[in-house]
């Protein structure tokens, strides 16, 4: 499976965007890109998922290099609800693969 | 009511017991995945099912069973418990295959291995 680098940790202001990084360099064509994030205690929950296009729904936006090579996923307005562990994934097929994630910070 | 609920929510136990976590869901997903998490990393896939007759090993699956007693239903088993167990564990579910369907989880067991 293909392996993403996500930064360990991030903050972000309360009311303001959050913008998290993922790289993916080793990429394959067939891989979609999926968020999910882990509020505290509680298990993974689906944020977002892309293949090529931009992709917005109503908890995020997510933005996928033209190369596929990284994407980033786009809080508008960020909550402290939002406070959590952020997790991209590559996935070509029904297994989950999960790395480290970032941990966003929310500061009021 | 939540659709994914796993049994028990936290439980200790001795090293060498048997143990059984339960998941059971109302979502009608055909798909059941075992996942555990330690502290401070993602999550690694114990075993998944695609149906009641399926069982698949997942990256870290010794020490571990499972049983899909129904299409709701999927117990995870600890035939021996021992100290390194000791993990949060998450049961998910996802409706029909491929590489994006999103995969719905539990809300975890905490497990203590004295």
């Known amino acids: 499976d293909a392996k993403t680098t996500q930064p360990n940790s991030m903050e972000s202001n309360e009311e303001e965007p959050v913008h998290l990084p993922c790289n993916h360099s080793t990429i394959s064509g067939t891989d979609y890109i999926h968020w999910y994030r882990q509020l505290p205690s509680q298990g993974p929950e689906y944020v977002i998922h892309?293949?090529?296009s931009n992709v917005n729904n109503r908890m995020a936006s997510l933005a996928i290099a033209e190369d596929r090579k990284s994407s980033t996923l786009i809080l508008h307005r960020a909550t402290l609800r939002d406070a959590a562990v952020y997790y991209c994934?590559?996935?070509?097929?029904?297994?989950?693969?999960f790395g480290k994630g970032t941990r966003l910070h929310i500061l009021p | 009511d939540a659709d994914v609920t796993q049994t028990p929510r936290n439980r200790i136990t001795k090293t060498g017991k048997r143990i059984m976590l339960e998941c059971s869901q109302t979502k009608g997903h055909d798909r059941m995945y075992w996942y555990r998490q330690d502290p401070g990393l993602g999550l690694r896939l114990i075993y998944y099912?695609?149906?009641?007759?399926?069982?698949n090993k997942g990256e870290i699956s010794d020490g571990y069973s499972v049983s899909r007693q129904a299409q709701a239903k999927f117990s995870l088993s600890l035939e021996s418990a021992i100290p390194n167990q000791t993990a949060l564990y998450f049961c998910?579910?996802?409706?029909?295959?491929?590489?994006?369907?999103?995969?719905?989880f539990g809300p975890g067991t905490r497990l203590t291995v004295l």
């Open positions: 998910a579910t996802s409706g029909s295959g491929g590489p994006y369907n999103e995969q719905f």
């Open positions: 099912s695609f149906d009641v007759k399926d069982i």
């Open positions: 994934i590559l996935r070509d097929n029904d297994k989950i693969i």
């Open positions: 892309g293949l090529t």
